[in-house]
């Protein structure tokens, strides 16, 4: 069975003029237990958005418009926020905020901001002294100096050790999924990898086994992900395990991407990176025919019209009409 | 004298900060120069300074010791350093009022210029550098930084620099946020932009592909001082330094192992 499932599940912020932006549009997938799915797309095509409905944290001006969500089995939506923020964030589902280590209370040692998390989902079950020892555990499997670590207050610690810090925050109640939006993207190099492997030992540990995991550099996700969705103006155009969809992608979107790398190897300077001209549709107006259509090289008069639909192309999902 | 194609010259550069305890040494005496019309990108790991070089370069802080010269000169007012070199800042989320329209903040940011061009040319140029960064700039219309996504906001950062077009560019993680196709439309107007005006451009990224891709020049920093610099080639593909190597093994590679998964 699956841990986690979305049902064409849809998602709109209601603006201050009434209208309506629909950032998330008809999204499906499945997550096995143990599954690692990346997501990438254009900067604005409702990435943060779609996460933000999938963990329950749907907080106006964001709505659900349509769709279904279950986690373990259970409907997440419909379900009041107070019961989604006791039961369900933190224990079933986590949620790592882009930026999120930016964000840490300032006011406060990391040994607190980790307390506040187990006090209020344990509501006097433990004694303080045991709680510490859970987080002192906890935080030994992140590769940091432990004591120095959970004594600091956020601004003394480098952003490697913020971001580890919140990786170990937002998993003590060992979830069964975390959702990562962007945890590496303001890292350099040295410390993503840092970040990277303390993830993947806490999948080995099984302090969580499923993840959802977002960021826009795609060798990255190559490497971490196990299938990549790719979404456009709020839908997924392309969705497949990470080697079909790096090396041979068959949205027209996707391959753009995929062709607008940049690496440091022989002869990648000649290379001139694919742009694609123009921006993506409006999403508070109504939109016809594919997403893409508008700045895409292959459009025909067909997929201009009509709207797409996820279609089986060579083993995965792809949202092209003219997809081979 | 500085050569005259000399744009930014450092000598000895040292930065501290706090005192006691707190004391801290962040430049440890750096020596470059920068000529006009030269693309150079600083990489290096993080807090090893580089966001502190950005910093003097736009005249935001003043050297401990040592020098730093703008053609030929030391930075003394700010305002009239601001007329040719501008900055795009490393976070965009705090970047912008959050009460304030992105499209009148960014018609403000002319407020800078002592010369400011007519209220037509600056709604034109305006409209032209949010096409250049991908976005109708009818979608826009009243948006508040609230309403946009984090590299949306990006974006805007890098329409305000397309709009101003300084002499100077100081870009600091200014793509970190948005996709592979925006950075390279991005890219590709930035290109264009320079050459127009001839501009002289500083990335600061710990994107290798990104600095390899659009250098003359790269530096490469470490702890507070300058391990390595020279051609993209030299230093992404012949690399001296232990510090630049280790910097290279650790970018992901589409095609090379680079962490593994352990499966419990
Ligand atoms: N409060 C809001 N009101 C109206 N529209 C909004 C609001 N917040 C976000 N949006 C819009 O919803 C769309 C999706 O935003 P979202 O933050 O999900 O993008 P994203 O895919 O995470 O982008 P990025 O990669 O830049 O983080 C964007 O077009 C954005 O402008
Ligand atoms: N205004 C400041 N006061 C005190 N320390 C600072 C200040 N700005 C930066 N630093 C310190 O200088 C070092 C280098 O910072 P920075 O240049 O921002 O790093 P990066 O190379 O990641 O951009 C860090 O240790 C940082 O904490
Ligand atoms: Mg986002
Ligand atoms: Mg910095």
Redesign the interface.
Known sequence: MSIFEAKHLSLH?L?R?GSKVHAAVDISFELEE?EILGI?????CG??TLVSGLSGMCIPPLNYTSGEIFVSGQPLIGRPLEDIRENVLAKEISMIP??AY?ALNPTRKIKDLAMDVLKSHEKGKANKKEMYQRIHNRFELLGLDTDKVLNSYSVQL???EKQRSVIGISTLLNPKMVIAD?PT?????????QV??VI?DL????VFSTMIFIT?????L???ADRIAVMYAGEIVEMGTSEQL??SPKHPYTQ???S???????G??KR?????????P?LAEEIVGCRFAPRCKHATDGCKKNKQEIRIVDNRQVRCENAK | MPNKNVIFEAKDLVKEFGHGKTHNVVLKGLNFEIEDGEIVTIVGGSACGKSVVAKHLLGFMQPTKGELFYKGKKITNQRDHWQTVQPIFQDPFSAFNQFFSIRSQLEDSFKVLYKRPSRAEIKERVDAALLAVNVMPSDLKEKFPFELSGGQMQRMLLARIFALKPQVLIADEATSMVDACVRANILDYLMKLKKELNMTIVFITHDIGLAYYVSDRIFVMHDGGIVEHGTPDEVALHPKSNHTIQLLEDIPDIHKDWIKRKRA
């Open positions: 912020y603006t003029f143990g990438a797309g254009e900067s604005g990435k943060t882009q930026g930016n480098t952003p490697g962007e993207s303001a890292l350099d190099v040295t410390t993503q990898k990277i492997g993947f999948l080995e540990k099984k826009h550099e795609l060798p990255l190559r490497h971490v790096v090396f753009a991407l995929m607008a790398m940049l690496s440091a190897e022989e990648a300077r001139k990176p694919e742009a694609i001209e123009g921006a993506p409006n």
